[in-house]
């Protein structure tokens, strides 16, 4: 069963905030995305809004901005997040096989929160895929049919 969740103005702009700041302390820095994208894009605020949301979703707070390239742990958790509402869970090769990944789906205001997976389970042939957009590498896509579901997370 999916998860949805929804937000207020005012959680969406906080969240968004937290992500921006990262993007500031990584362009003062001269650091560039670990994986392709143009450092002008911000991702930092969707990212951001995805673990807040994935803290609701799980019952946990919400560390905020974090560090550039730090560990988005959400309860421990890695967060993975798309506006793609039919969006698949991204794994990289050199993501950590033992992390446990949420997906969160959707926005600004609606969230779902499809599932997750252990890395591990995600790092398989059948997920792996080179979709060549945004310049981006190949990966693991993992459906949202092959996620678990969120209340069988254990905390």
Do not use: H
């Not at 003062?28 to 994935?54: H, I, M, S, T, W």
């Not at 949202?144 to 969120?150: E, F, G, S, V």
């Amino acid at each position: 069963m999916i998860v949805k969740i929804e937000i207020s103005e005012i959680e969406n702009q906080w969240a968004s905030y937290a992500g921006l700041l990262r993007d500031e302390e990584a362009k003062r820095n001269k650091r560039r995305n670990a994986y392709g994208c143009p450092g002008d894009q911000n991702e930092g605020p969707l990212g951001a809004v995805g673990e807040f949301v994935a803290s609701l979703a799980i019952g946990v707070p919400w560390r905020g901005p974090g560090m550039f390239r730090g560990d988005d742990l959400v309860g421990g958790y890695q967060v993975r997040t798309t506006e793609r509402l039919n969006g698949s869970l991204i794994l990289r090769p050199k993501d950590p096989s033992d992390s446990i990944y949420i997906l969160v789906v959707g926005g600004p205001l609606k969230w779902y929160v499809p599932g997750w997976i252990l890395g591990r389970d995600g790092k398989l042939k059948e997920f792996w895929d080179s979709p060549g957009y945004g310049g981006r590498p190949s990966a693991y896509f993992i459906p949202q049919l092959a996620l678990k579901p969120i209340k069988d997370l254990k905390r």
